[in-house]
């Protein structure tokens, strides 16, 4: 399946589902709430996966990220949606797929006016191959220390996407990045 065929779940404010539409043309100006995900991906050494998002997205082309973000399928489970995303925009394998922030969501409007708004869990996983990125999604990557990413972000969050800065700072307020070392 490719993005052209994916359908998003869209969500009343109570996050029930309400109905489904195109990926492809959900990213506007007037973004409805829908299903999402973010995930950190983590490798042997503890390092963290940091992606640049690839200069043709809609919604922040070029900012560095999380390790993947999508959208659940309709009737997929949450950590299904992230092994299918980490392998097609990845190329990854995962595993321990884990929730960190299960009531996350956010709207936010990037420079040109395209705007997120997405019910959001949160998940971590483990990487336990190699990456064959999808250039379609993911222009750069680099493996980093969980630490320096968090003070990366403390200097300078407009270099990031807002979504991740709004997460990381979640995370150390309910203590989540303390064992991240």
Known sequence: MNDNDEQVVLLDSQHRPIGTADKTTIHTTQTPLHLAFSCYLFNDEG????????????????????????????????ADAVKRRCRYELGAEIRDVTILLPDFQYRARDASGIVENEFC??????????????????????????????TAVAAT???????????????????ITASWS
């Open 157 to 175: 969050p407009w270099a990031f996407s807002p979504w991740m800065v709004v997460q990381l700072q979640q995370m150390q307020a309910a203590g």
């Open 47 to 78: 390092e963290l996966l940091l992606t640049r998002r690839a200069l043709n997205k809609v919604a922040w082309p070029g900012v560095w990220t999380n390790s993947a973000c999508g959208h659940p399928l309709p009737d997929e489970a949450p």
């Open 121 to 150: 869990p949160v998940f971590s996983a483990r990487c336990i191959s190699d990456l064959h990125r999808r250039p379609s999604e993911v222009m750069d990557h680099q493996w980093v220390r969980p630490t320096d990413l968090l």
